[in-house]
């Protein structure tokens, strides 16, 4: 059947298709051998599509939900051959997947693993306001004042930061937080503007999908249609 070349490469796991239209203007994308010039441009059966001289093709979509363990990072391949979280994907080796969005190193819990890019972006797009908890554990009890401050907001030099719920546990070094924001390493900034050190972050759940009783480094398939 034929499909719209933007539909393709998205469906080749290659990027979403707003970054299909980037590459396409940049003309990195050939179909047998052409450059594509126009952006509507249709894939017929039997064309080879390239994506900067790889040879791309549909894939069958996944949709994971992985619990993330400590000490694994959130990429596809490290030059230091440290740990990464597609080594506990080992059965999904073939297909090109990535992940929503991102935890550190350092970080544990709920990471969405996909080889959908549009799906991807909704979930990564400010405009859907997708809510994220974290457990957090920081370094030392955490005074009354900051807690106010972080009730309020916070500002980064890369902005405001405004949690939509904080609940402070008894023992004053561990937290309950929901957020909107996608900003990199943001609730790690927060508490080292504030003078502390987070020792301990996990992401219980993002948007619809929670962690529940998924032991660490297992996964499990999930149903993509809440958007």
């Known amino acids: 059947m034929t499909m719209q070349l933007v539909k393709y490469m ?9 970054d299909a239209v980037l590459l396409i203007r940049q003309q ?3 179909i047998n ?16 599509v ?8 549909p894939e069958g979509k996944v949709y994971l939900m992985l619990n993330k363990p400590e000490g694994y990072l959130c990429t596809n391949s490290d030059e230091k051959e440290r740990k990464t979280v597609f080594d506990l994907l080992s059965a999904f080796k073939k297909v090109k997947l990535f992940t929503v969005g991102r935890l550190d190193k350092d970080s544990s819990g709920l990471l969405l693993v996909t080889n959908d890019g549009d799906w991807a972006q ?3 797009h400010p405009s859907f306001e997708i809510m994220k908890e974290y457990q ?15 009730l309020k907001g916070v500002r980064l030099v890369d902005g405001m930061v405004r949690f939509d719920k904080v609940v402070l546990q008894k023992s ?3 937290l309950k937080m929901r957020l909107h924001s996608g900003k990199n390493r943001v609730i790690r900034r927060v508490f080292e503007h504030l003078g502390y050190k987070v020792q301990e972050l996990k992401r219980v ?3 619809p999908y929670n962690l529940e009783k998924l032991a660490p480094g297992c996964y499990r398939q999930i149903n993509p249609n809440f958007l």
């Open 10 to 18: 998205a469906h080749s796991g290659v990027c979403s298709r707003r």
């Open 28 to 30: 990195l994308v050939t």
């Open 33 to 48: 051998g052409v450059t594509v010039q126009e952006l509507n441009t249709v894939v017929h059966p039997g064309d080879i």
């Open 50 to 57: 390239k994506v900067k001289g790889k040879v791309i093709k």
């Open 122 to 124: 909704k979930l990564s």
């Open 136 to 150: 957090v554990k920081i370094n030392k009890p955490l005074d009354h004042v900051d807690y106010g401050q972080i």
């Open 172 to 174: 004053k070094v561990h």
């Open 205 to 207: 759940s993002f948007g």
